[in-house]
């Protein structure tokens, strides 16, 4: 995401984004890839002209409304917004298929 584009710095960007209370949305598109909805008003962009052909595995990303984990290496068209350093993420998520485990009740 481009501090330009939102008047506002990076540091701010990813403040608000960490503040942001999310729920997984979808996953799909690449295996693990994580749609999650709740992103803020204020964050939301368009998806880039020109995709990525390669994102490292663990990048958190801004699309549109949504903001997303891609837990494995590949494409993305979204805006990223670094890689995931918290402890909700396993160490290495290149090993597997999701970065999340599915909720019991």
């Known amino acids: 995401m481009s501090p330009r584009r939102s008047n506002t710095t990076p540091d701010d960007i990813v403040a608000r984004h960490v503040a942001g209370d999310y729920r997984v949305a979808m996953i799909g598109f690449t295996p693990g890839w ?26 958190i990303s801004i699309g549109g409304v949504q903001t997303g ?11 990223l917004l670094g890689p995931d350093r918290g402890p909700n993420l396993p160490a ?14």
């Open 34 to 59: 994580s749609y999650l909805s709740g992103l803020e008003n204020s964050l939301h962009m368009p998806r880039r002209q020109d995709p990525r052909l390669l994102t490292p595995a663990g990048t």
């Open 69 to 79: 984990v891609q837990c494995l290496a590949g494409p993305s068209g979204w805006h």
């Open 92 to 105: 290495a998520p290149r090993s597997r298929s999701s970065c999340w485990n599915p909720a019991t009740p």
